[in-house]
Nanobody
Framework: VQLQAYGGGSVQTGGSLRLSCAAS????????IGWFRQAPGKEREFVAT????????KYADSVKGRFTISRDNARNTAYLQMNSLKPEDTAIYYC??????????????WGQGTLVTVSS
């Protein structure tokens, strides 16, 4: 599966953005989808994940209550709605496809990133 993330941009603190992750291929619905991010000078970190049919959703504590992950298998697309953005949310955001291994989503495929910049 090939993934392409888009929808990043520059917003002020408190603003919102919706990221999209478009997948090619017929197997999108077979994969869990995850969003990860990497801030300048930091390691890539988990943001959110959603299971194949959306029955399991997990968030990093830092985004709970502000971000919402969803997917539309008919459109081969996953989304990350980001509200109440903070400067510390500034990062390159990546979507990934994979499987749950234990309680965690393990990425097997990565899309290219999309930059989110939040100014104070």
């Amino acid at each position: 599966v090939q993934l392409q993330a888009y929808g990043g941009g520059s917003v002020q603190t408190g603003g919102s953005l919706r990221l999209s992750c478009a997948a090619s291929g017929r197997t999108f619905s077979s994969y869990a989808i995850g969003w990860f991010r990497q801030a300048p000078g930091k390691e890539r970190e988990f943001v959110a994940t959603i299971s194949t049919a959306g029955g399991t959703i997990k968030y990093a504590d830092s985004v709970k209550g502000r971000f919402t992950i969803s997917r539309d298998n008919a459109r081969n697309t996953a989304y990350l709605q980001m509200n109440s953005l903070k400067p510390e949310d500034t990062a390159i955001y990546y979507c990934a496809a994979g499987y749950f291994r234990g309680s965690r989503m393990a990425p097997d495929y990565w899309g290219q990133g999309t930059l989110v910049t939040v100014s104070s």
